[in-house]
């Protein structure tokens, strides 16, 4: 038991540090955590904050990684600590779950990850059939597993997000120097549209004054777009004019704020994004881009859309018509 416990681990951490993205050496810790406690199932539950922003299955419905137990994962998070239970049925906490009827669950040990006291996410292993609780060996080999994953995890992380600073540098970089050479406010579209399309935005629309009038309003390769595909919530780019901040809205209709506005019920569940357009100290307009809700590959929209925002400012106050001199 001694020497397969640690020739199972020590596969099983080969396999997490050897691989770069996150989902790999998830499947690679998950793998081994299964194997390690004669578990069916696994699943690593990542978060953003408290939130969970992603599920990687592995071994028994890992085709389906919405088929963990939600209330399991929260147990494991708020007890903050390797947990191993024998009998979910009979568990006062979680018996009555949904989760945990719905998928039949019988045996399940969780362990939370986390980096520099930070929750990172939770790993499962958990059997319709009864396991066997771990020994302080088995326990200590799960924990280093653990510490492993986070490891990989997080430097997946951190490389993804240089990774996206870079192209918000790259799409700011060329939008800039297309105003710097543009000589009307039409050669600027071409840029502006690929810069949003680099953003995981469908259109990007140019709203200026206090009407929010649609200056230019174009598709990700810089042609114009019909009037009837120039739509817009007047509220949320109101809310930008007045304020003078970016505003990001994955879901309006789930936010309080915005969600009983008819412009916004029209949205359908398209994310928002809308920056305002300086000249000097005065708020010109703003720059609203939106996409379909699923998750985008590529720069985070709201730095590189301050930086277009920033370009379209300059250009706009260089093509403005100056007063003649006295």
Do not use: K, N
Not at 160 to 178: D, F, K, P, S, Y
Not at 239 to 253: F, Q, W
Request: proline fraction near 6%; hydrophobic fraction near 50%; glycine fraction near 10%.
């Amino acid at each position: 038991q001694p020497a397969q416990t640690a020739q199972v681990l020590a596969a099983g951490l080969a396999g997490v540090t050897a691989r770069l993205d996150p989902a790999t050496a998830a499947r690679q810790a998950l793998a081994a955590l299964v194997t390690l406690l004669g578990a069916q199932r696994g699943f690593m539950v990542l978060y953003e904050g408290l939130s969970i922003a992603e599920v990687i299955a592995y071994g028994e419905d890992a085709r389906d990684p919405d088929a963990f137990s939600t209330g399991l994962a929260e147990h494991v998070v708020w007890t903050g600590e390797a947990v191993f239970i024998d009998d979910l049925r009979a568990h006062p906490a979680l018996g009555e779950r949904d989760s945990v009827q719905g998928l039949d669950l019988r045996s399940a040990f969780g362990l939370p990850l986390f980096e520099a006291g930070a929750l990172v996410g939770v790993m499962i292993a958990d059997s319709r059939e009864p396991m066997t609780q771990p020994d302080d060996e088995l326990r200590a080999a799960a924990i280093a597993l653990g510490r492993y994953a986070t490891l990989a995890v997080t430097s997946a992380r951190a490389l993804a997000g240089q990774a996206r600073e870079a192209a918000e540098l790259a799409v700011c970089h060329q939008v800039a120097l297309a105003a710097t050479r543009a000589r009307s406010f039409t050669d600027l579209l071409p840029a502006l549209g690929s810069a949003a399309g680099a953003c995981g935005a469908e259109r990007i629309l140019l709203l200026l004054g206090d009407g929010l009038e649609v200056a230019a309003a174009i598709d990700v390769e810089g042609h114009p777009l019909r009037p009837e595909l120039t739509t817009f919530s007047r509220t949320i780019a109101r809310c930008v004019l007045e304020s003078g901040l970016p505003l990001h809205l994955a879901d309006p209709l789930a936010d309080s704020s915005f969600a009983s506005h008819a412009s916004v019920q029209g949205l359908g569940g398209r994310t928002v994004d809308v920056v305002p357009v300086r000249g000097g100290e005065a708020i010109l307009g703003v720059l609203y881009t939106d996409h379909p809700g699923e998750v985008i590959e590529g720069p985070a929209p709201m730095a590189a859309l301050a930086g277009m925002a920033e370009a379209i400012g300059a250009l706009l106050g260089r093509l403005a018509p100056r007063a003649p001199s006295a």
